[in-house]
């Protein structure tokens, strides 16, 4: 079994940033991926995930003001969100690809003021 912890949400006022992380405990051998999800009323979209290679993939929402990171030696995944907007306002999900299982975090509001 795979747990994740998130941290990092908040309210911050349109233009600001935040930094979300994610931790990985447990039999996490053979990680493919982690990244970041977002849900919004109606749907769940990708922010950024990064594979264990270090290539990353970003969602159209994220990109040029959002990046991925990890620490492999922390099994931690890190969004740095700069410049954001209120329709960034979600719930943030951290998921982990291991092999065919997929594991998610217990989300991380983010709330962004005008």
């Known amino acids: 079994q795979v747990q994740l912890v998130e941290s990092g949400g908040g309210l911050v006022q349109a233009g600001g940033s935040l930094r979300l992380s994610c931790a990985a405990s447990?039999?996490?051998?053979?990680?493919?991926?982690m990244g970041w999800y977002r849900q919004s009323p109606g749907q769940r979209e990708l922010v950024a995930r990064i594979t264990r290679g270090g290539t990353t993939y970003y969602g159209d929402s994220a990109k040029d003001r959002f990046t991925i990171s990890r620490d492999n030696a922390k099994n931690t995944v890190y969004l740095q969100m700069n410049t954001l907007k209120p329709e960034d306002t979600a719930v943030y999900y951290c998921?982990?690809?291991?092999?065919?299982?997929?594991?998610w975090g217990q989300g991380t509001q983010v709330t962004v003021s005008s």
């Open positions: 447990g039999s996490i051998a053979s990680i493919n991926s």
């Open positions: 998921r982990l690809l291991q092999a065919t299982r997929v594991y």
